[in-house]
């Protein structure tokens, strides 16, 4: 296989912060060219969600909303950052999420959960606020060949607002204390339906790509080279 490797170009650039890769394109580039008289890939797992691969992250229900909204204005997203992000989710929560909210069935290591955010790790942390790491649930290696699983089971702006400094905390441990979350570690396939049948938004690596009643999760051990 052909060895892989990135640079920064994103507002958060989390899979070049998790191989290693400095933030800042010059100081990416000058990296990978003193690592050329020394190239040593390395294998790592990709995600899958159905027939889609994932490099770190992938999410469903409140998550991949927020996702759709800040992608539908790339200047803003860029300009703005994590800043961005969190208005787009209070706007995204208040209109979608606060009254009825749609929930998805997650049916994982023997466990079914309903929540109406699930997001799935391929690797930690899940994303960035600035330089602040968001830790979502551990256990998540690049090398490990398992997905961590979250599961927000309610949200409510009381339950948001005792989130969310859980959540900037950088600590997976803390933010599963939290009394909605539920975390599943060494997962290496789940299901997830929306309850009733309902389409629910997903995101891969942040990307939004559509509405689905049901997805499938899975990992692939070792199924890419990277050097960093």
């Known amino acids: 296989d052909t060895p892989l490797t990135c640079l920064p170009g994103g507002a958060t650039n989390v899979y070049c912060r998790l191989i290693g890769i400095p933030n800042d394109v010059v100081d990416a580039t000058e990296h990978l060219l003193r690592l050329d008289d020394e190239w040593r890939p390395?294998?790592?797992?990709?995600?899958?969600?159905?027939e889609r691969h994932f490099l770190f992250a992938s999410g469903v229900g409140l998550d991949a909303s927020v996702v759709e909204r800040v992608d539908a204005h790339p200047y803003r997203k860029a300009k703005f950052g994590p800043w961005y992000y969190t208005l787009c989710g209070i706007g995204t929560f208040n209109r979608r999420y606060l009254v009825n909210p749609p929930?998805?069935?997650?049916?994982?290591?023997?466990?079914?959960?309903?929540a109406v955010t699930v997001v799935a790790q391929n690797a930690?942390?899940?994303?960035?606020?600035?330089?602040?790491?968001?830790?979502?649930?551990?256990?998540a290696e690049l090398d490990s060949g398992e997905l961590s699983l979250a599961a927000l089971k309610r949200a409510t702006p009381l339950e948001l607002a005792t989130l969310t400094p859980r959540l900037l905390s950088g600590r997976a441990g803390i933010v599963?204390?939290?009394?909605?979350?539920?975390?599943?570690?060494?997962v290496t396939e789940a299901v997830i339906e929306g309850v009733d049948g309902e389409p629910f938004p997903?995101?891969?690596?942040?990307?939004?790509?559509?509405?689905?009643?049901?997805?499938?999760?899975?990992?692939?051990?070792?199924?890419?080279?990277?050097?960093s």
């Open 42 to 50: 390395r294998r790592v797992a990709l995600g899958r969600v159905d």
């Open 103 to 114: 929930r998805v069935r997650l049916r994982a290591e023997g466990q079914e959960i309903e």
């Open 176 to 186: 599963q204390g939290h009394r909605h979350i539920a975390g599943l570690e060494g």
């Open 202 to 227: 997903l995101q891969v690596d942040g990307d939004y790509i559509g509405e689905h009643t049901r997805v499938e999760y899975g990992v692939v051990a070792a199924g890419l080279s990277v050097v």
């Open 124 to 139: 930690g942390p899940y994303t960035y606020f600035g330089s602040r790491p968001i830790c979502m649930v551990g256990g």
